[in-house]
């Protein structure tokens, strides 16, 4: 059974930064591409930004394009996102992603609180 273990929420001022992890375990298969989304209170989930398993290509959303970092460790099946200069509209709760052969997989949420 594939799971994904996210760690690294919090809360943090304006500016600042905070890094994300999630760990993959139970992979039943070639890991396609893995990304991270977020949901922004009262509104639907949103592409931040993702990673092919095969070539490292990455792809970011406009919103977060220069301040964060997507990476990973392919030996431990870990995606990080490192997210710098921190902004109150990143305040939500992210989820990571993973595409193994043609099914979609979701961990469970880690929430990211910016005040001003």
């Known amino acids: 059974q594939v799971r994904l273990v996210e760690s690294g929420g919090g809360s943090v001022q304006a500016g600042g930064s905070l890094g994300l992890a999630c760990e993959l375990s139970?992979?039943?298969?070639?890991?396609?591409?893995m990304g991270w989304w977020r949901q922004l209170p009262g509104k639907d989930r949103e592409f931040v930004a993702s990673?092919?398993?095969?070539?490292?290509?990455?792809l970011y959303s406009e919103a977060v394009q220069d301040r964060f970092t997507i990476s990973r460790d392919a030996d431990k099946n870990t995606l990080y996102l490192q997210m710098n200069s921190l902004k109150p509209e990143d305040t939500a709760v992210y989820y990571c992603?993973?595409?193994?052969?043609?099914?979609?997989?979701w961990g469970q949420g880690t929430q990211i609180t910016v005040s001003s």
């Open positions: 139970g992979n039943a298969g070639k890991i396609y591409r």
């Open positions: 990673l092919s398993w095969r070539n490292d290509n990455t």
């Open positions: 992603h993973a595409r193994i052969l043609t099914t979609d997989y």
